[in-house]
């Protein structure tokens, strides 16, 4: 059973920074990719970034340039260094773990970013 644990979430000024982190526990095979995902209030949730088994990376456009996905193997942690942020990234933010077998996601963190 695969659990997904985030943190590092909070209350930010516009133009600040936060990292996100993602504690992955359990077991894990045929790994396909970790992602972000984040679900604003009365919107749909939407990909922000994503980190393949083989390392490459995908963002949103709203995230290019501003955000970074990475991940600690050793750690078996993912991040989301995110900068410059904006109110308009005020939201939920998911941890997602995508395998050959399964779906996972985490409970979710809150990211506000005030005016």
């Known amino acids: 059973q695969v659990q997904l644990v985030e943190s590092g979430g909070g209350l930010v000024q516009a133009g600040g920074s936060l990292r996100l982190s993602c504690a992955v526990s359990?077991?894990?095979?045929?790994?396909?990719?970790n992602a972000w995902y984040r679900q604003a209030p009365g919107k749909q949730r939407e990909l922000v970034a994503s980190?393949?088994?083989?390392?490459?990376?995908t963002y949103d456009d709203s995230a290019k340039g501003r955000f970074t996905i990475s991940r600690d193997n050793a750690k078996n942690t993912v991040y989301l260094q995110m900068n410059s942020l904006k109110p308009e990234d005020t939201a939920v933010y998911y941890c997602?773990?995508?395998?050959?077998?399964?779906?996972?996601w985490g409970q979710g963190t809150q990211v506000t970013v005030s005016s």
């Open positions: 997602n773990l995508r395998t050959k077998w399964s779906n996972s």
């Open positions: 359990g077991t894990t095979f045929s790994v396909i990719a």
């Open positions: 980190l393949s088994d083989r390392g490459t990376t």
